[in-house]
């Protein structure tokens, strides 16, 4: 999942919709839900639509994580192959995850992995748990990003922005209505481009198209400071990994249109409710080649939470790593 020139017809219309939902009172104040994640070799966007939510979730829940390579430098090159093909295989099958939200606080599990990260927007934490090994390790989201022996970064600093202006556009085409995942959904096809403008003058423009059902309610977010307007889901390495990270950015600068000046929008036909919850979603990337691949988010098993409900919590049988 950063003045827009269509929030008011926005706004409306995730009102209309939100008036004949029966979650419409409980979604702003918690949510839950399952999702499944997976590349789709497609070069034909309109092929795309939801299928059986219970049978993908159920495949990629019983998605296997690569077994310990073991000690040494040559164990450690074979955890990675690991890695990377489980990743692989991941990303064709599907990726199940879990997902709560409720007023400051996120959590995501990595269902097949066995991890979950909690985000705590007022405590100003990010704990992850390892649900096998029944550990866990929290980090301040202030601490200062320290460079590692590897190049990567530690920490939860928000990277520095550059000034780079973003301008959207956006062709909708209504589908109509239908019910996706037990959920009454509206459908719509957009043709986007993203135009990405730096202080310098450079440019660039990403074209993509999506297709998604939307319910009547909006998805809360938990607004952190410093952070977007989520703080994203968990994801770890491998292939298939980059479109996924382009997907969410997609989706999150079409959610910032209209609460930052940088980020412009502009709509033809009916106004996509962006900002309600999705229970199916599939982004298809352009390529100069002819092919194309896409990255598909299929939603379920929606539910309200509280901000109180232990799943927010580290359990008590956790012990810290050290």
């Known amino acids: ?8 017809s926005t706004v409306v219309a995730v009102a209309l919709f939100a008036a004949s939902s029966p979650f419409a009172a409980a979604a702003p104040n918690g949510l839950a839900w399952d999702s499944v994640s997976k590349l789709a070799m497609s070069t034909d966007p309109s092929s795309l639509q939801p299928g059986s939510f219970d049978d993908d979730y159920s495949a990629a829940s019983s998605a296997q994580p690569p077994a310990s390579g073991g000690g040494g430098l040559f164990g450690q090159l074979k955890q990675s192959i690991a890695n990377a093909q489980s990743a692989a295989q991941m990303m064709q099958t599907g990726m199940a995850q879990k997902h709560y939200v409720a007023g400051s606080k996120e959590r995501t599990d990595l269902v097949a992995m066995q991890t979950a990260t909690i985000t705590d927007c007022v405590a100003r934490t990010i704990t992850t748990l390892n649900l096998r090994n029944k550990t866990y390790r929290v980090v301040s989201m202030d601490q200062p ?4 022996s590897g190049g990567s970064s530690a920490g939860g600093s928000a990277p520095k922005d550059d000034g780079t202006k973003i301008a959207i556009a956006v062709a909708n085409t209504a589908l109509g209505a239908r019910a996706v995942g037990g959920e009454q959904t509206n459908g719509y096809r957009s043709d986007m481009s993203f135009t990405e403008t ?28 410093g952070r977007g307007p989520w703080s994203g889901d968990s994801m770890s390495p491998g292939q298939g990994m980059a479109m996924m990270a382009a997907a969410s950015k997609l989706m999150r600068e079409l959610a910032s249109s209209g609460m930052d000046k940088r980020f412009s929008l502009t709509q033809s036909g009916p106004v996509l409710p962006f900002l309600n919850f999705a229970m199916y979603q599939a982004v298809t990337f352009s390529a100069k080649n002819g092919q194309g691949a896409a990255f598909v988010t299929e939603n379920g098993h929606v539910h309200s939470v509280d901000a109180n409900d232990p799943i927010f919590s580290i359990p008590s049988d956790f012990t810290q790593e050290r």
């Open 1 to 8: 999942m950063k003045t827009g020139l269509a929030l008011t």
């Open 198 to 225: 730096k202080p310098t003058g450079e440019s660039h423009t990403q074209n993509a198209n999506l297709v998604g059902y939307y319910t009547g309610f909006t998805r809360p977010f938990p607004r952190c400071s």
């Open 145 to 148: 990003k320290v460079a590692s």
